[in-house]
């Protein structure tokens, strides 16, 4: 890694995942280093032992700037020894001109129509998005409603193990996997969803939530701190880690559009449009980038703050 870098000569090098390319990166480079965390590597990966809690601090004790898009981030790289000062804490957001309620829609192009009910998720088949509870939520949910359909974006190590599942409870024929998806039809994927399901065990902000939000379309996620700062009781809906039968009921309230809260659906869809305009807009965000790199240059030289 030394010889890598070397040989690029950076004057600012940004890095993650911590645990791994952060560590990397922070043992041996000595000049500016911006962090960043993708949410698991702190959240997950930094509790696995004592090895990894130390590649974890050695990284941040490295760092001249950590950048974080969730305050549960940022308080987990605290507890883990990074300087509160040195954290800018937001999240990267989303093209908002990409992803948006107007546009075209999969649906026809899978042989449903407005009469069908479309359950979605677009996480990863791997461990920590646990799709297997959305699965087994959504077959207790469509039990008795047959036109409830399942379509599942992506794919990973648990392909073959949800396909099975899918099979086990009786749902393949109301179930469509996509595979690994282009991100330019990412939209049309959601505007195809009435539900947007994730199960995930570990998150930071997630991208796929934020970009289903802003094609309006009814969010249902695990209750994990990560999800809490963007699902509200005014935004959407969540439900216990692991917990099928309460991810169904969650289902079956944005079917009736009566929710617990009090809100109707509608309301919740434009409250989290809302949300992500003004919280989570990349075309403001990025243009931080370079008072990001000014900052980390003035830390790494004991300056502070840049004039």
């Not at 959504?138 to 992506?154: H, I, K, M, N, S």
């Not at 959407?236 to 009921?249: M, Y």
């Not at 969650?250 to 989290?272: I, K, P, W, Y």
């Not at 075309?283 to 004039?307: E, I, K, M, N």
Request: glycine fraction near 10%; charged fraction near 20%.
């Amino acid at each position: 890694m030394k010889d890598a870098v070397s040989r690029f000569d950076p004057d600012v090098i940004q890095a993650g995942p911590i645990l791994d390319v952060g560590y990397l990166i922070a043992t041996s480079w000595d000049g500016p280093l911006i962090l960043t965390s993708w949410g698991f590597d702190l959240m997950e990966e930094a509790g696995r032992s004592e090895e990894h809690r130390m590649r974890a601090r050695s990284a941040l004790a490295g760092a001249s700037l950590l950048i974080t898009d969730n305050a549960t981030v940022t308080e987990r790289a605290v507890e883990l020894g990074m300087d509160r000062a040195g954290i800018v804490q937001f999240p990267w957001g989303i093209d908002l001109d990409e992803f948006s309620p107007e546009g075209s829609t999969l649906r026809g192009d899978l042989g449903w129509d407005a009469s069908h009910w479309v359950v979605g998720c677009t996480r990863r088949h791997e461990a920590y998005y646990d799709v297997q509870t959305v699965v087994a939520g959504f077959a207790r949910f469509a039990a008795d409603r047959p036109e409830a359909r399942l379509l599942l974006a992506g794919g990973g190590t648990l392909t073959s193990d949800l396909r099975q599942q899918v099979n086990k409870l009786g749902v393949q024929d109301r179930t469509v996997f996509l595979g690994e998806t282009e991100h330019s039809n990412l939209a049309r994927i959601y505007r195809a969803f009435n539900a947007y399901v994730s199960a995930s065990t570990v998150d930071g902000t997630s991208v796929s939530l934020l970009e289903a939000m802003a094609c309006r379309v009814p969010t249902c996620v695990s209750d994990i701190p990560g999800n809490r700062q963007w699902v509200t009781e005014e935004t959407g809906l969540r439900f216990p880690v692991g917990d099928p039968g309460a991810l169904a009921e969650a289902l079956g309230q944005l079917f009736s559009c009566t929710t617990r809260s009090g809100l109707n659906v509608e309301t919740l869809m434009d409250n989290a449009l809302a949300m992500v305009h003004r919280e989570a807009n990349w075309g403001a965000t990025r243009t931080r980038f370079p008072d990001l790199v000014a900052l980390a240059v003035s830390r790494h030289l004991g300056q502070g703050l840049p004039s």
